[in-house]
């Protein structure tokens, strides 16, 4: 086959947010599976360094560009992961993040609705808030405070998720939602407060490892290889299969045992200490992922003590220690 003909035949797929920790790995994996990929980024919390090695790659482009801003061009696939995603980074400017979800999704939408796109929203697990029902399950709607400090995060997906099956009842389009837990990996950004980051480089840096609460709270921990190849799969089953699906690692673990297996793994010094909980911090979360192991054949492979020695690995690079 010659070269033109195998790049006409190549699927064409957009990633916004694709600087990103999450977006970054995705656009590996669609390179690695021939795909031609175009990351659009506004470089919020993403960072070019997370995807300097696709820099040369002819089936790669970047373009520098915000999702709240209409965007024209010609795709197959779209995945729509551009939003912060920690609490620090999505509260900085929390009008600019209630926009990136509404309006961002209003124009991937729009731009799906005129290319004939399928496309595929990076959801969450805060669409459940702070949830009565545990594990959560898909057709649980959800204890969300509207007017609180997380809520431009929240309500954004919540709302984002309204558009993805508006467009779809209304005007057909091929829609897909995952709604993911929390994910951990190289590439997550060192300052983003997030629990694992945070530990690991406490942990590092021999400094005290900041506890929220008594530590009893629990979440679950997906390594980024398990959550790319379910977002990958969800793209590519049945146009039938729209979602919304638990993408996460159902294995539970509370912040004091997180702490421990960072602290062995490490073997750091680092005394914890404790502090007060954010207001609105969801106490439980983990996901029942029954739909995605029936819909997908998908069940997460790597245990935390394996992708937290990657991860591990990878912040010791990047801090040099
Ligand atoms: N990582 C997780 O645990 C997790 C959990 C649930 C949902 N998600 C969702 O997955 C997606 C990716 O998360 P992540 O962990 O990679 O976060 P991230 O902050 O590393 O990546 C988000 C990317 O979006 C870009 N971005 C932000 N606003 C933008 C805008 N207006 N226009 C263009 N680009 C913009 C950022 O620069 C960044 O590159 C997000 O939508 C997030 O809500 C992530």
Redesign the pocket.
């Known amino acids: 086959m010659c070269y033109t003909t195998y790049f006409i035949d190549m699927k064409k797929i957009l990633v916004?947010?694709g600087?990103?920790?999450?977006?970054s790995h995705l656009s590996d994996r669609l390179i690695a599976e021939k795909n031609d990929v175009l990351v659009?980024?506004?470089?919020?919390?993403?960072s070019k360094k997370n995807i300097e090695h696709l820099i040369n790659n002819p089936y790669f482009e970047l373009m520098r560009?915000?999702?709240?801003f209409p965007l024209y061009v010609e795709v197959n696939e779209i995945y729509n992961?551009?939003?912060?995603?920690?609490p620090v980074?999505y509260q900085h400017d929390p009008v600019q993040t209630t926009k990136?979800s509404v309006h961002?999704a209003i124009n991937m939408l729009g731009l799906a609705k005129r290319t004939g796109a399928t496309i595929l929203q990076?959801?969450?697990?805060?669409v459940y808030g702070d949830p009565e029902v545990h594990p959560q399950t898909e057709d649980y709607w959800g204890r969300v405070n509207p007017i609180g400090v997380r809520s431009c995060y929240d309500e954004g997906?919540r709302c984002a998720e309204t558009l993805f099956f508006d467009y779809h009842r209304q005007h057909q389009l091929q829609i897909k939602i995952v709604r993911?837990?929390?994910?951990y990996g190289p590439r997550m950004?060192l300052n983003d407060g997030r629990v694992v980051s945070n530990f690991i480089v406490q942990a590092l840096s021999n400094e005290e490892i900041t506890i929220y609460g008594d530590g009893s709270q629990t979440r679950s921990f997906c390594y980024v290889d398990d959550l790319i190849d379910a977002m990958v799969s969800m793209m590519n089953i049945s146009t039938e299969v729209v979602g919304p699906i638990n993408i996460g690692n159902p294995a539970e673990y509370s912040m004091l045992e997180l702490a421990e297996i960072i602290l062995k793994l490490t073997g750091s010094k680092s005394k914890l200490v404790f502090k007060p909980l954010p207001s609105d911090d969801p106490k439980q979360r983990k996901p029942d992922i029954t739909l995605a192991k029936d819909k997908l054949n998908w069940a997460p492979k790597v245990s935390v003590y394996d992708g937290l020695k990657e991860t591990i690995a990878y912040f010791k690079k990047v801090m040099g220690t």
């Open positions: 916004t947010g600087a990103g920790f999450l977006g659009v980024d506004n470089f919020f919390t993403g560009h915000d999702v709240t992961l551009a939003c912060p995603a920690s980074h990136t961002g990076a959801s969450t697990s805060e997906k993911i837990f929390n994910t950004a």
